[in-house]
C-alpha cells in the first residue's frame, strides 16, 4: 500500500512540475490509487504541498 501512495505522489509531482492544474493532479492520483485497490484515498495538491491520505 505505501508503494501505491508513494507511486501516486511521485506522479501527483511530475504532473505538477509540467504545468498541470491542482484538480488534473488530484484527479489522476485518484485514479492511481483507485486502479491499485486504494477506494478510500484522498489526494490533496496545492502548488507547495502535495498529500494523500489513505482511510482504513
Known amino acids: 500500500m505505501s ?3 508513494e507511486f501516486a ?3 501527483g509531482e511530475l504532473l505538477l512540475s509540467s504545468g498541470q492544474g491542482t484538480e488534473d ?3 489522476a492520483m485518484l485514479g492511481i490509487t483507485h486502479a ?3 477506494p478510500r484515498c484522498d489526494p490533496q495538491v496545492t502548488f507547495t504541498m502535495k498529500l494523500s491520505t489513505w482511510w482504513r
Open 36 to 38: 491499485y485497490g486504494l
Open 3 to 5: 508503494e501505491v501512495l
Open 9 to 11: 505522489l511521485a506522479l
Open 25 to 27: 493532479v488530484e484527479a
